[in-house]
């Protein structure tokens, strides 16, 4: 494994998916609860610190009033009535736990949506580094993890899915996105995994 041409994008690590109180915390506190996955995903950073492999997360937030969403559906609606995510708010911070590893993972900011490509230098930032291959961790499975790695694929970039370290809705459609869906332009292997490979 290449690490000078590999990034690692970390989606949703905000508190209002991953702290106690956060507005969408039991959307994925099922999945959570069953991989643990924010020690994971501190341990992948702290294992690749020093390392050639860039580290990024794409945090989503949106405008106090939301007005960027034009008559919204599904997740982005009940984002929109539940208030999470707005601009200034605590919720929209990114935890505790990331911002102690301050600049090594950098933070392309912009996303509004479901695709960490869209409105973002993500691209541009991935394509000026060299990078060939992504590791995807983070929320919401279905929904972000699935749009970006899709948007990845197509813009040709290997994508590779820690099925340990993205959290879903329940369970069923944790293990259900990771051996059906995800296979189909990516890889699937868990956080253990990653690290042997890229321990060399």
Avoid at 45 to 55: C, H, R
Avoid at 59 to 78: A, C, M, Q
Avoid at 96 to 108: A, K, M, S
């Amino acid at each position: 494994m290449d690490l000078s041409k590999l990034a690692v994008i970390f989606i949703g690590y905000q508190n209002d998916y991953f702290a106690t109180d956060g507005i969408l915390r039991g959307v994925i506190e099922e999945s959570d609860r069953t991989n643990n996955i924010l020690e994971k995903s501190q341990e992948i950073v702290e294992k690749l610190k020093g390392t050639d492999a860039l580290m990024i997360q794409t945090p989503i937030i949106f405008t106090p009033d939301y007005s960027e969403l034009i008559n919204p559906v599904g997740i982005l609606k009940t984002i929109s009535e539940v208030g999470a995510f707005a601009e200034g708010s605590p919720g929209s911070e990114i935890i505790p736990e990331f911002q102690e590893f301050g600049d090594f993972v950098l933070t392309i900011e912009g996303k509004r949506g479901l695709n960490a490509f869209s409105d973002t230098k993500l691209e541009s930032t991935l394509s000026n580094q060299g990078v060939e291959q992504i590791v995807l961790a983070g929320a919401v499975t279905s929904i972000c993890i699935d749009s970006t790695g899709r948007a990845a694929h197509e813009r040709g970039f290997r994508v590779t899915v820690l099925s340990d370290c993205t959290a879903s809705r329940t369970v069923f459609e944790q293990e259900f996105y990771c051996e059906n869906v995800f296979p189909l332009y990516s890889e699937v292997i868990t956080a253990k995994e990653f690290l042997d490979r890229a321990a060399g």
